[in-house]
């Protein structure tokens, strides 16, 4: 097959090759779709520094790898466990969410042939995830949170560390809303027929996980910011079990948004069709109602011992 | 309905019966996860994974006292500055983490039966009994109390297995097992 042309990839191709000057969206040439130039923006802004996160994560991998490594032994103890902080935030929260946002904007944007709901209200949602994101670093960087990927309270960070992560939450959660919000505009201006496509339907489902992730995220980071202040008291226990509510689900997010894409890159590459909508919107609805359960295994295992 | 990818939206009705060869995967998946299910609960009740142990609030400074006290009473060696203790069988064992040392070093009798109390006097530490795959957490500002049994007589060590700072790597405890008759 040369090119991506699908049946239903090639019902939308015909049309203007490039949107009509100063109408505010273009025509992908490759897909049809109609693409809104703050959609467009967006996604790119957002994958491109879900890319950067992904270089400094593999970075940092190579140097945990050129140290465990022990004919090489790259680091010292210190930097060491400095660049495996960097690699667990960027690698699990840095790359990945900021991916996943540019995943939700493609699948109520252009997917949907709609505007972006409160575009304006993105880009600052985008700049406190991106001022997060530079506070983390600059923490990690420094040396002043070398405190791995866990953070478990007592071991302290700069308060910034945390005020990073918080931003950087709160960034995101704004931006499932505005997710949300589009879905929204797009269903009253029916700028589509019938049912969302599958990979809208994955994508609200990474962003529904996304919602329950980040709620735990500022549930504990916002105590333990105050705590790393000295302005109150955080239990050991209550943050691990906590903590592990944003640990867990965030690399669930990632597991709805990815499988939305294997779909998409199955219609993109092959024009692979839908086997059965049924099948594959009800994988996604249990998917959401029992993985947090699932998780839930944490707080037994977590102890788990054999005599010996 | 026409056939449509991931991208485009379906219209009309949906919901139709799935083909066999999907129908046969969605049992496998769900029967699969019933297995899992099923595991969660029956390895920790069945699979001695899990004991319960007894687990109480611990003031930081007390359980130093505590482990302090226990020192003083039963200590029989000393090996580089580190305590040596030998408890008699059947009594409470005290045995503190820090930044980034386990203390004491504890002798114990093989076959006894001991109350084995770990805490942590600073950070989140891990118990890894080395080399066997005991694990527990020791956090501060709570007691884990242990019914222990050694059952090897030798000379163990026990790594910390939770990230606790820059010398976490070299957080290494011993306990050594003895036969009952020698001591």
């Given at each position: 097959?040369n090119g991506?042309?699908?049946?239903d990839?090639a019902?939308?191709?015909?049309?203007?090759?490039p949107?009509?000057?100063g109408?505010g969206?273009?025509t992908?040439?490759?897909t049809?779709l109609?693409?809104y130039?703050d959609?467009?923006?967006?996604?790119k802004?957002h994958?491109?520094?879900?890319?950067?996160?992904?270089l400094?994560g593999?970075?940092a991998?190579?140097?945990?790898?050129l140290t465990?490594?022990?004919?090489v032994?790259l680091l010292d103890?210190?930097w060491?466990?400095?660049?495996?902080?960097v690699?667990g935030m960027n690698?699990l929260?840095?790359?990945i969410?900021?991916?996943?946002?540019?995943?939700?904007?493609?699948a109520a944007?252009?997917l949907l042939?709609c505007?972006i709901?409160?575009?304006?209200?993105?880009?600052?949602a985008f700049g406190?995830?991106?001022?997060?994101?530079?506070l983390?670093?600059?923490?990690m960087w420094?040396g002043r949170a070398?405190?791995l990927f866990?953070?478990y309270?007592?071991?302290r960070a700069?308060?910034n560390?945390?005020?990073?992560?918080i931003l950087?939450?709160?960034?995101?959660?704004?931006t499932?809303?505005?997710f949300?919000a589009?879905?929204?505009?797009?269903r009253?201006e029916r700028t589509?027929e019938?049912?969302v496509?599958?990979?809208?339907f994955?994508?609200l489902?990474?962003?529904?996980?996304?919602?329950i992730t980040?709620?735990?995220?500022a549930?504990?980071?916002i105590?333990?910011?105050l705590?790393?202040?000295g302005l109150?008291?955080v239990d050991?226990e209550?943050?691990?079990?906590?903590?592990?509510?944003l640990g867990?689900?965030?690399?669930?997010?990632?597991?709805?948004?990815?499988?939305?894409?294997w779909?998409l890159?199955?219609?993109?590459t092959?024009?692979?069709?839908v086997l059965?909508e049924?099948?594959?919107r009800?994988?996604f609805?249990l998917y959401v109602?029992?993985?947090?359960?699932?998780?839930?295994h944490w707080?037994?295992s977590?102890r788990?011992?054999r005599k010996? | 309905m026409?056939?449509t990818?991931g991208?485009?939206?379906?219209?009309?009705?949906?919901?139709?019966p799935?083909?066999r060869?999907e129908?046969?995967?969605?049992?496998v998946?769900?029967a699969w996860c019933?297995?899992?299910?099923?595991m969660?609960p029956?390895?920790h009740?069945?699979?001695g994974?899990?004991p319960?142990?007894?687990?109480?609030r611990v003031?930081?400074?007390?359980?130093?006292d505590?482990?302090?006290?226990f020192?003083?009473?039963y200590?029989?060696?000393?090996?580089?500055g580190m305590?040596?203790?030998?408890?008699p069988?059947?009594?409470?064992?005290?045995l503190?983490?820090?930044?980034w040392q386990?203390?004491?070093i504890?002798?114990l009798?093989?076959?006894a039966?001991?109350?084995?109390?770990?805490?942590?006097?600073?950070?989140?530490?891990?118990?890894n009994l080395?080399?066997?795959?005991v694990?527990?957490?020791?956090?501060?500002?709570y007691?884990?109390?242990l019914?222990?049994?050694?059952?090897?007589?030798?000379?163990?060590?026990i790594?910390?297995?939770?990230?606790?700072?820059?010398?976490h790597h070299?957080?290494?405890?011993?306990?050594?097992?003895?036969?009952?008759?020698?001591s």
């Open positions: 097959m991506p042309g699908t049946a990839v019902r939308r191709a015909p049309g203007p090759e949107g009509p000057a109408a969206f273009r992908c040439p490759t049809g109609k693409v130039r959609a467009d923006n967006l996604i802004a994958a491109v520094v879900a890319t950067v996160a992904l400094i593999g970075v991998a190579l140097g945990v790898l465990r490594w022990q004919a032994h103890a210190v060491f466990y400095r660049i495996l902080t690699h690698m929260i840095f790359f969410i900021f991916f996943e946002m540019a995943v939700l904007y493609f944007g252009p042939n505007r709901a409160a575009p304006k209200v993105g880009w600052g406190l995830m991106a001022v997060g994101m530079g983390v670093e600059w923490a420094t070398d405190v866990t953070s309270v007592p071991l700069h308060p560390y945390y005020l990073g992560i950087f939450a709160v960034g995101a959660l704004v499932v809303g505005v949300f589009t879905l929204v505009v797009a009253r589509y019938g049912s496509p599958l990979v809208t994955g994508a489902t990474a962003a529904i996980i996304a919602v980040l709620l735990h995220g549930a504990i980071y105590p333990t910011w705590w790393s202040m109150m008291n050991p209550v943050y691990r079990l906590v903590w592990w509510g867990h689900s965030s690399q669930q997010i990632n597991v709805a948004a990815m499988v939305s894409i779909y890159l199955g219609a993109l092959v024009g692979a069709v059965n049924k099948i594959s009800t994988a609805v109602l029992f993985i947090s359960m699932a998780s839930a707080p037994v977590l788990s011992k010996p | 026409t056939v990818t991208m485009s939206s379906p219209r009309g009705v949906w919901w139709k799935a083909h060869s129908k046969i995967w969605f049992a998946a769900f019933m297995v899992l299910f099923a969660m029956l390895w009740l069945r699979g994974q899990n319960t142990g007894i687990r109480a003031e930081p400074a007390d359980f130093r505590r482990t302090n006290e020192i003083a009473s200590q029989v060696d000393e090996i580089d305590p040596v203790v030998e408890p069988p059947g009594s409470d064992v005290y503190m983490a820090m930044m386990w203390r004491p504890l002798r009798q093989r076959g039966e001991y109350t084995l109390h770990l805490s942590s006097v600073d950070v989140n530490h891990g118990f080395y080399p066997f795959n694990n527990f957490q020791v956090v501060p500002g007691d884990y109390g019914q222990i049994t050694p059952t090897e007589a030798g000379d163990f060590r790594v910390c297995n939770e990230f606790c700072g820059i010398g070299l957080m290494v405890g011993r306990v050594i097992v003895v036969d009952g008759g020698d």
